[in-house]
């Protein structure tokens, strides 16, 4: 199947009521991984890459293992996106070289660190909403800003510093017409998220909901949501590592998220944790060995494992075959005439 959109994925997922993983990769083995995992499950497939992705692997490289992907796995509804750009110039880039699917993080300014304001998100947001939606391309907003840092990228500090107003939120998706939102309920980039299993002090699945109730038909996505088993993080420990204890998001909250909403779920830490983990049982048993097929390959398969997980999880698994690729020409056809609504449904509080 040729790479497909988000804005298709994820209309499909509402339908069949389901969420969508969205797994971050650098490198061949990881898309192999992923590819893997979907093809066990049976799964229509986001593949994300942030721009320290691309900084790490150059973006031709990078586009053409995922043209190899969808090359290979003809099956797989497979999208290609952009996990948060911080500037118009970085989406329009990244549409330039085919990505299906951009994320404007107008949430912060374009350091990728400083919060941005409402007023400066919608503009940036709705400049990158006009060019992609042209081009038949999916947009993801932000707002709110998330907890933590990544690929250094983000604000840092706690996740509950600034969570999503639902009065903004709603607000900002009528001004921008994007296609899916994400939003800020407590939740953070990277492993450390909690000190101890969340609860709805620190986790705002409350707040979700409400956000839900007033956008029921918006594509919610959550980032930040590894889960952050113990399992990986001892396996880890176990073999040399210096983790400390830390908790992510259950996947028993994701799975109300996907009941509220939530279609797009985005998961990179806990496939760093599984590779990690592999690769230092290998060196810890095996010293002397030095191909790096020999740690890569059970890395591999490690992160096949968690990924085929989440999908099944997130309830995606089964769902590759439902549909067929509708094509970037149509979709930027459905945006002209507006068959592909982009006024956000929005209901009295
Ligand atoms: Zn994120």
Redesign the pocket.
């Known amino acids: 199947m040729p790479l497909v959109t988000t804005r298709q994925l994820l209309d499909e997922a509402a339908k069949g009521g389901y969420g969508v993983g969205a797994f971050n990769v650098n490198d061949m083995e990881q898309i192999q991984a992923i590819m893997e995992a979907a093809k066990e499950t049976n799964s229509p497939v986001i593949i994300q890459a ?1 721009r320290g992705a691309r900084k790490f692997a150059q973006d031709n490289y990078l586009y053409h293992l995922m043209l190899a992907a969808a090359e290979l796995y003809p099956e797989i509804p497979l999208a290609m996106h952009l ?2 750009g911080n500037s118009f110039e970085t989406c329009e880039s990244a549409i330039k070289l085919g990505f299906t699917s951009v ?1 404007m ?1 107008g949430s912060l300014k374009p350091d990728g660190k400083t919060p941005a304001t409402f007023e400066e998100n919608v503009e940036v947001t709705r400049k990158v909403v006009d060019y992609a939606h042209e081009r038949g391309i999916s947009v993801e907003g ?1 707002i709110g800003v ?1 907890g933590g840092i ?1 690929d250094g ?2 604000a840092g500090g706690s996740g509950l510093d600034h969570v999503t107003d639902p009065d903004q939120a709603v607000e900002f998706a009528e001004l921008t017409g994007v296609d899916s939102l ?1 939003i800020a309920i407590g939740t953070s ?1 990277g492993a450390y998220k909690f000190t101890k299993k969340p609860d709805g002090s620190v986790l705002k699945m409350d707040l979700l909901i409400a956000i839900h109730k007033r956008l029921p038909n918006t594509h919610l996505v959550m ?2 949501s590894s889960s952050v088993p113990k399992d990986l993080q001892d396996i880890i420990n176990q073999y040399g590592g210096k983790l400390k204890e830390t908790w992510g998001v259950p996947v028993e909250e994701i799975q109300v998220g996907i009941k509220n909403g939530v279609r797009k779920i ?1 998961v ?1 830490t806990d496939n760093r944790l599984a590779i990690t983990g592999a690769i230092r049982k290998v060196f810890a048993e095996s010293p002397e060995k030095f191909d790096p097929r020999d740690y890569l390959t059970p890395a591999r398969a490690a992160m096949q494992k968690v990924v085929a997980q989440r999908m099944t999880q997130f309830g995606q698994a089964g769902h590759a075959g439902d549909y067929t690729a509708i094509s970037i020409a149509d979709m930027a056809q459905g945006y002209a005439s507006g068959a592909l609504v982009t006024k956000p449904l929005v209901a009295a509080k």
């Open positions: 942030s996990d948060h994320m993080d932000e998330l990544e990228h983000g994400a980039h980032h930040g985005n990179d």
